[in-house]
């Protein structure tokens, strides 16, 4: 055989090859789609993954990101698990009105999740809460126990040694909020504080996307963005005065848990996660070497460690 005629020979067998590699991929991610739903006559916008006859995940995010924040998950999740990750009003995709015209509460915007869970027809679900997600997802187990199945929390403070030094400044908002909003502003806000919320004490920065950082304070410069989440925030102090009270649905319902924590969290720290175990001492409780938003540093591991908790739930191996 000629020289060109071998090279033309290996040329088609390596095109073959990689068709047919190429025709073994399968990517999860086909299963994602995007959609919005008019509740309340707000526009709230969530993500969706998986098949829709298969067990749920209610996704619940954090702040200040949006349900954006789960897309590494969903593809790891959806051949399994059916996946629900909404924005809450005011955040990501979701209508953004000004506080006139929406009171911007925790209770408030509970409602509106639950009121979208029985819009999708979601009968039971577990819960996956982060940070603003935990305040957020207790309202919604409080007000409907008999819907969830389990929990999972990720750097999500139900009790006060979870909160670090940086959250005097926000209790002094809280207490005198017209002489202390600037102050807020950068201990909370700013692009600095939205930065160091991703890289926390991370020894590993290098692994960290700057548009995680970098998108949401465009999202948070966005016009009205501020007056709705300097409100919202007034309202946290209604969760540390929850703490109590969620700590008792816990002890009494012990519902499968599982708390996956990173570890370089500036502002929820690693007391919050063990503090768990007070409450629900079957918890299974891991400290990841991640930070606050952990699937930026440890997606694998989380997907791990979900997918086993899960299967067990189940009751088959996942």
Known sequence: MSIPATLALSAAMACAVVQASAQELR????????????????????????????????????????????????????DKYHVIAPDYPGFGNSSAPPPSDFTYTFDNIAGVMNELTVKLGLGNYVLFMQDYGGPVGFRIALAHPERVRGIIIQNAVSHEQGLSPLWEARRRYWAD??????????????LAATRQRHLGSSPHPERYDPDSWTDEYAFLTRPGQAEIQTTLFLDYRTNVASYPEWQEWLRKTRPPTLVVWGK???????????????????????????????LDEATDEIAALVRGFLARLDGHKG
């Open 264 to 294: 370089y969290d500036p502002s929820f720290a690693v007391a919050g996660a063990s503090a768990y175990r007070d409450d629900v001492p079957d918890a299974q409780v891991h400290i990841l070497e991640a930070g606050h938003f952990a």
């Open 177 to 190: 909020p017209a002489h202390e909003l600037e102050a807020l502003k950068a201990n909370f806000t700013s």
């Open 27 to 78: 990517s999860s991610r086909r299963s994602i789609s995007y959609h919005s739903v008019d509740v309340r006559d707000l526009k709230i916008f969530y993500r969706e993954a998986g098949p829709a006859d298969a067990p749920t995940v209610l996704l619940l995010h954090g702040f200040p990101s949006s349900s954006r924040m789960w897309e590494p998950l969903l593809p790891l999740l959806a």
